[in-house]
């Protein structure tokens, strides 16, 4: 390994038994002895099977270097997987470039359909209604993350919602406490785990903000701290799960369109506006 390369999960966790407490290392141990069955696991899962709480499970993973638990989930599947999984679960070593395509395409699709089963349909009726009745809107993500929001902002702006969407974290956590109760605060974040965004949802809660969580992981601290939790579903094994990104545009997408179908006549007005300013801004 190059001293650029950073060491696999099972190699890190490792490393870090020696550093972590006793019920930590129970974790540790446990995981180091099945880690394809971890893949598979939620938080809940390990901590019930360890006799420990989720937060141990938690801890250890953050005293080991993780992120949190489905960053650790991500690290063991590069580990577990062969390499032409890190480029994408289901291509293989004959394939033309059309079937990779194909591949790439279906496993998009898969994602998509698997996300429209999960939605809950209170759960997105309380979204809607969080909109709806938000005084303003900050959004925010970090990374590809941080583009789904971007697209959402511009979304929000075309429908006449008051928005923001500042892409550089901190400013993210200063508009955050400087919100009032009446506003919201739509976090995005697919493993939920992200610091800079969970603890921007909480400055927010703690400024009386409503949240609602776009996230792929519905026990994450992000969804915690969520009123109101929108999931994506991704199978993805490689760094940048782009199904799931595709599938949060899709979600916070309907939301909009929800939104302009309970009202219509605005968003009609709105949207003509805008096209003209589109038109006028290309000669």
């Not at 002895?33 to 938080?43: Q, T």
């Not at 545009?249 to 968003?267: E, G, I, K, M, N």
């Amino acid at each position: 390994m190059t001293s650029t390369e950073t060491p696999g999960a099972l190699a890190r966790l490792r490393a870090a038994l020696l550093s972590l407490s006793a019920t930590e290392r129970r974790v540790a141990d446990w995981i180091l002895d099945r880690p394809e069955r971890v893949l598979e696991a939620s938080m809940l899962d390990v901590a019930q099977a360890c006799d420990v709480s989720d937060t141990t499970v938690l801890r250890m993973c953050r005293n080991s270097g993780f992120a949190g638990f489905t960053d650790l989930k991500l690290a063991l599947a590069r580990d577990l997987a062969s390499p032409m999984q890190l480029i994408h679960d289901d291509i293989a070593d004959g394939d033309d470039p059309m079937t990779i395509a194909n591949k790439v395409f279906a496993r998009a699709v898969l994602s998509l359909q698997d996300t429209a089963h999960v939605i809950d349909p209170a759960g997105f009726a309380a979204a809607l209604d969080l909109l709806d009745a938000a005084g303003s809107v900050l959004v925010g993500g970090v990374g590809t993350s941080g583009v789904v929001g971007q697209s959402f902002y511009q979304r929000c702006r075309r429908l006449g919602i008051g928005c923001d969407a500042p892409t550089d974290s901190q400013v993210q956590n200063i508009h955050a406490a400087l919100l009032s109760p009446g506003d919201l605060v739509v976090a995005i974040s697919y493993s939920g785990e992200t610091r800079a965004v969970v603890a921007m949802a909480k400055r927010a809660r703690d400024a009386g903000a409503k949240i609602l969580a776009v996230t792929g992981n519905r026990e994450s601290h992000l969804a915690k701290v969520a009123d109101v939790t929108l999931q994506s579903v991704s199978h993805e094994t490689r760094n940048e799960p782009i199904a799931a990104r595709l599938c949060q545009l899709t979600l916070l997408d309907a939301l909009c369109v929800a939104y302009s179908h309970r009202h219509l006549d605005d968003a009609l007005g709105l949207e003509q506006r805008a096209g003209q300013a589109i038109v006028e801004s290309s000669f």
